[in-house]
């Protein structure tokens, strides 16, 4: 396996590989990294179908992708997905996925056509005092000294950063900018959260600096992942014979473990509660999700809360099974036996009537039920104590959504502490309760709170104990590689296992690994698209550190090495250069 850039790999199709008809496969689970290893395998690595096997825990594909209609419960999301334009591997699948929406289209051209003609901005980022606004103004107001840590953190070493906090390298000065108020309601970073996973963030997404407080750095999907993303992959395969087998959980993988060689050997499963197990040859190939951000997520309704579910969940207990053979195969217990520092709570607000509407439309500064961009992104309540975000996507959210309503999503990065309404923790609420103190900081009077909150609207909480397990502090070796050393038929893949410099929490990370794998154990003679190389582009370079000071120029800033520079009359020998040109350009001088 090795990456590219450009079009020359990215327009080229792979011929077989030598060996293709001899392999099967096993996938274990069906999220969005296992599906798009599938698609891998049949177009590129151009596997028959029926060769390939996923095996799901559940009765339904789409791992953390989901959006549902309970017949009891109503609409449900328990997350969305943000994308952008550099996420090369999920444009290099979805461009071969046939759109469910548009007859001779692809998901790609789906997604790019209505981008285009509705592109995604935010009109109001941060309210304060029950749904006014923060008045953020796009300022990112960082300190001069905040402004040098996210420089040094941009320049250390990854190694530098095992096992450190995100706490360890900034200070107050940094934490009370808008920029992490923008950055932490955006991702879900916490301040004990890994100072890797930030610094690798900011690399990643540096050309993306100047639409961080507006959203326009952003593009969504028309509806609900689910339907948008995830059934037009599982169509996709299984018009291409690839086999589902629901209600499997798949409890270990053993391995024959030598010096130099590493061969999965049988996959031990439950099949409808009866065990199974699958004897696995050198040409049987498994990719295994090894980790989960949704594991033992629980829903609540209007009248109970969701509740938290402590007990060991099925794929961290698969993990954990395997990483006891071998030092390689990671370490589970790093990411997931911390739940206080992982969890948080999202909700699903479906309104019922015209009653809150309005108060949506005043707060988003748009009409919900044009079809277009509403919020276009989170609205951050800056004065929570919950730190309450919420988002209302392009109506209908869901094909099945009747037209007069609309599905809200809600969360809460600190749910241990009492709200400014319901003087619970967001853990303990109901969905009636959470809805009321949203409704609260959306500007509804007080006096109309409860009747609104009962009759206007339905709730749904979702607890997910895990859902930022994957930015825990860690070290080399903690998430496995794709393909450890000496693997022959066995993979790992998703937001837990290893590969260079992506971000996981996205939709690119999934792809990636599963791309990766498939290219490397069935020798796929093509390029993985590299990633994005933004931060090493002096232009974005210069861009972004011009939008972080908020458009000081260079000579404002005091700064001992800017004072020295000008003291010594560098600054003057640039003049009629290039350099000039650039620093003038991106507004630097």
Known sequence: ?????????????????????????????????????????????????????????????????????????????????????????????????????????????????LNKKDPNFSLLRATVNQGEDAHTDGKFTLSDKAAMEIVKLFMTRDEDLYDRKIEEVFSEEFFASNFWLYWRTMFAFEEWHSALEMKLYIQRFIHHIGGLPDFSALKFTKY????????????????????????????????????????????????????????????????????????????????????????????????RNIASQDEAFGHPDKFCTNIPATNWESATVTTLDNRIPPYIEKVCKRDPFTGKVVSGGIVTVKDSKWLMSYTVNRQPHFKAQPKDQLVVWVYGLFTDVPGDYIKKPMRECTGLEITEEWLYHIGVPEFEIHEMATESARCIPCMMPYITAFFM???????????????????????????????????????????EAVYTLLDVDRGVPEVFASCYDVRTLMDSTSKMMDGKKITELKLPFIISLIEKGSLKKISGTVIEDLLKEYHLI
């Open 473 to 515: 502090p860690r070290t080399k070796g903690d998430r496995p590689k794709v393909v450890p050393d000496g693997a022959v038929n066995f993979a790992f893949i998703g937001q837990f296992a290893d590969t260079v410099r992506d971000t996981v929490f996205t939709t690119e990370y999934s792809v990636r690994t599963a791309m």
């Open 1 to 113: 396996m090795y990456y590219s850039n450009g079009n020359y790999e990215a327009f080229a199709r792979p011929q077989k590989p030598a060996d293709a008809d001899k392999k099967s496969a096993y996938l274990v689970g069906s999220g969005l990294a296992s599906l798009a290893a599938a698609c891998f395998m049949v177009r590129d690595g151009q596997m028959k179908g029926e060769r390939i096997h996923i095996l799901e825990e559940l009765s339904l594909p789409g791992g953390a992708c989901d959006g549902i209609y309970d017949n009891q419960k109503g609409f449900i999301i328990r997350g969305g997905r943000e994308m952008e334009n550099h996420f090369e591997c999920l444009w290099d699948l979805f461009r071969s996925i046939p759109s469910s929406e548009i007859d001779g289209a692809s998901v790609l051209d789906e997604y790019y056509w």
């Open 224 to 319: 609900n992942q689910y339907e948008s993303l995830i059934l037009p992959m599982v169509n996709y395969l299984e018009g291409n014979g690839v086999q589902f087998q629901y209600d499997t959980q798949v409890t270990n993988i053993i391995f024959d473990i030598q010096k130099d060689k590493k061969v999965a050997k049988k996959i031990i499963c439950t099949h409808n509660g009866a065990a199974e197990s699958i004897d696995l040859i050198e040409d049987d190939l498994v990719f295994v999700t090894n980790g989960s951000c949704t594991e033992n997520a629980t829903l609540g309704d209007q009248h109970h809360p969701a509740g938290i579910n402590n007990s060991p969940g099925g794929c961290w207990e698969l993990w």
